[in-house]
């Protein structure tokens, strides 16, 4: 496995670490900034580390706008593992939330926030979900799949993996989506996961991790490792933990893990904008 960080960096600090042949200039963004894709073992991932550092220390600033964690994998990784973690790219507005839907806040951690049980159906709108997606995360991490994604887990006998109803704010069934709910959300993530704030902040702190152990970081660092005794038998389900933080309509999210079977019936019938990485059962 290779591991890279797709990262923008603004204008004013890629000039000083790289000639302007480095990374690709993105857009008409003001500030303006140079997107780079870089290994985690690169001399430019250190000089990038060590500016941050500065600016922070200097600003409380960070130098990039943004970034996203990249793995490869060679055939013989991705033919041996059993297990991977999922990541779905498009989110949409608005939340449930927003539309109506009711969540019992008395069932989440008093420390971090973590664990509100929605009550009832997902009162959500689906106008702003792009044309042929058959799976999108609202802002607040509500996931709804097309009907087509459900007829194809139903008719592979995809286990677990429930559906509910999704309603418009006046009440209306709505067809063609449905919300992902899982079976079993208790498989525990093991400390070789890595999680932080970003690529060059771990969170030594503890800013974004319960002491009760419900929420274990901001963001994932690293692959994904669950422990074996843990691990249900089923094709999709969760991670017991949460990454994230709850502000406004935010809420932290569980990690989401599915069988190696359900990964091929994914690839096979060109399931959109979801991501792959290898989760590791130790």
């Known amino acids: 496995m290779q ?4 990262i923008r960096v603004y204008e004013k600090f890629a000039r000083q670490l790289f000639d302007e042949t480095t990374g690709e200039s993105v857009g008409a963004l003001t500030p303006s900034v140079r997107k780079l894709i870089v290994s985690t073992q690169s001399e430019k ?8 550092a500065k600016e922070r220390l200097a600003t409380g600033k960070s130098v990039f706008s943004s970034w996203r964690l990249l793995h490869t994998y060679g055939k013989s990784e991705l033919e041996s593992a059993r297990y991977f973690c999922i990541d779905i790219s498009s989110i949409f507005e608005p939340s449930g939330e927003e539309c109506g839907t009711l969540y019992d806040e008395t069932s989440r951690c008093g420390i971090c926030s973590s664990g509100d049980c929605q009550v009832g159906n997902l009162i959500i709108s689906t106008k702003n979900i792009g044309r042929n997606i058959d799976v999108a995360r609202s802002i607040a991490g509500e996931i709804l799949v097309s009907t087509r994604f459900c007829n194809i887990l139903s008719e592979n006998n995809i286990s677990g993996a429930v559906y509910g109803a999704i309603e418009s704010r006046s009440g ?13 959300s208790m498989a525990t993530v093991s400390n070789k996961t890595k999680t932080g704030i970003d690529p060059f902040d771990d969170d030594l702190k503890n800013e974004y991790r319960c002491p009760r152990g419900d929420l ?3 963001r994932l660092l690293s692959e994904l490792y669950i422990l074996s005794d843990t691990l249900p038998k089923l094709d999709i389900f969760q991670t017991k933990q949460f990454f994230g933080l709850r502000s406004g309509l935010l809420r ?3 990690a989401i893990i599915v069988s190696k079977k359900l990964q091929s019936i994914f690839l096979n ?3 959109r904008r979801l991501g792959f990485d290898v989760a590791h059962v130790v």
């Not at 591991?3 to 797709?6: K, L, M």
């Not at 991932?45 to 941050?52: A, D, G, K, S």
């Not at 209306?172 to 079993?184: A, E, G, P, S, Y």
């Open 216 to 218: 274990i970081g901001l």
């Open 3 to 6: 591991e890279f960080v797709e």
């Open 45 to 52: 991932f250190r000089l990038i580390r060590e500016l941050n």
């Open 172 to 184: 209306v069934i709505n067809d063609n989506w449905r919300q992902l709910k899982f079976v079993n």
């Open 252 to 254: 932290p999210q569980r």
């Open 269 to 271: 019938h060109k399931i």
